[in-house]
């Protein structure tokens, strides 16, 4: 038989590098689950993604255990690795801090095409083109 589910937590964690300090610890405490397990699993699996910030879905059951999948980076975390930025413009509009070439919108978009909802390349592309302009990226090319 199926568990039930209780709640679905979402969270933006570095890749192996989770503690039980927040946003962690208090999300997963609340619904008494064993914090350092998830910690442990959570590393464990990111370790070769460590330096990037990952999008984790944690689903708890009502039995108080729970199971979780990673995605890829978000496209402006995406983004500032690619070009080395620190954050993206304050003022995106009058202030660019950076520019991507085609090439690097279409890896970006190759990348993260998994967690969007398309299919299409060419759609992809013209979302991270999106977050891009509104991060103060110009894209050349």
Known sequence: MAKKIKTLIKLNIPAGEATPAPP????????????????????????????????VVITVYEDRTFSFITK??????????????????????????????????????????????TKDIEAAAKIVEGTAKSMGVKISG
């Open 24 to 55: 962690v610890g208090p999300a997963l405490g609340q619904h008494g689950l064993p914090i350092m397990e998830f910690v442990k699993a959570f590393n464990d699996k990111t370790q070769d993604k460590k330096g990037n910030i990952l999008p």
């Open 72 to 117: 890829e980076p978000p496209i402006a975390e995406m983004i500032k690795k690619m070009l080395s930025l620190e954050k993206g413009s304050g003022n995106a509009l009058k202030e660019p801090v950076g520019t991507l070439t085609v090439a690097q919108v279409k890896t970006i978009a190759e990348n993260k095409l998994p967690d969007l909802n």
